[in-house]
């Protein structure tokens, strides 16, 4: 609790001024139960896994990343083609991806990814952080947001259920909650490869493709 409660203090006080209303208005979600809507079919389809990969595939990655980070938007926009061709689509690598949102404008950009239908979350992902500028520095990124959600089908209206979902958006940040509890996650991008070890930084594919190989499958 003491690691969320200092995020929320950076966030209020070192975020860009423009959106410092709409991150007060979800600071609360990191003081609530997180539990109480576990069985909701929404929350259900946000929390489930978004992998790709072959499940018998010897080296499990799970990265932990935020759509606001830059960091994450230049390894999947430089390095994240090599990774899929070749790592992913030749059978070595399961590769999950989880929100782990360090600002309010990154929560509400994993909601709608993830919201999506599942063979949208990825084209989504790879949307959000090829043109992160367009909508994450955007004096109103929700109003940006929604025109990225139109081009992947979803209504004006779906948008804002979406954005105004109080447990699908609790649901995401405990999924934030539990990468820090089990994993001491506090950076992004972050890798867990085979559950074990970690990785953290815009990693070059080489650099990745080393760090990967160098662990015990």
């Known amino acids: 609790m003491t690691e969320i409660k200092s995020m929320i203090k950076n966030l209020l006080f070192h975020d860009h001024p423009s959106r410092r209303a709409l ?44 759509m606001t980070c830059s960091h994450c938007a230049s390894f999947h926009n430089n390095t994240f083609p090599d990774v899929k061709k ?14 782990f949102p360090l600002d309010q404008v990154a929560l509400r950009a994993h909601a709608l990814a993830r919201a999506l239908p599942q063979n949208k979350y990825f ?7 090829k043109d992160i500028d367009r909508w994450a520095r955007n004096p109103d990124p929700l109003a940006a ?31 934030r909650q539990d990468a820090n509890r089990t994993w001491q996650i506090e950076a992004t991008p972050s890798f867990v490869i ?24």
């Open 145 to 175: 947001l929604l025109q990225m959600a139109r081009l992947a089908g979803m209504s004006g209206a779906e948008f804002d259920a979406v954005m105004n979902n109080r447990p699908l958006l609790e649901a995401i940040v405990a999924m």
């Open 123 to 129: 084209p989504m992902v790879s949307m959000l952080l």
């Open 23 to 66: 991150l007060l208005g979800v600071a609360s979600l990191f003081f609530m139960p997180l539990s109480a809507h576990a069985a909701d079919p929404l929350v259900l389809h946000v929390t489930s896994p978004r992998i790709l990969g072959k499940a018998d595939a010897p080296i499990k990655v799970i990265e932990l990343f935020s």
């Open 86 to 99: 070749r790592l992913i689509d030749t059978g070595m690598v399961r590769f999950e991806m989880q929100p």
């Open 194 to 217: 085979n559950d074990k070890t970690i990785l953290s930084g815009d990693l070059s594919y080489e650099e990745f493709a080393s760090k990967i190989n160098a662990t015990d499958t």
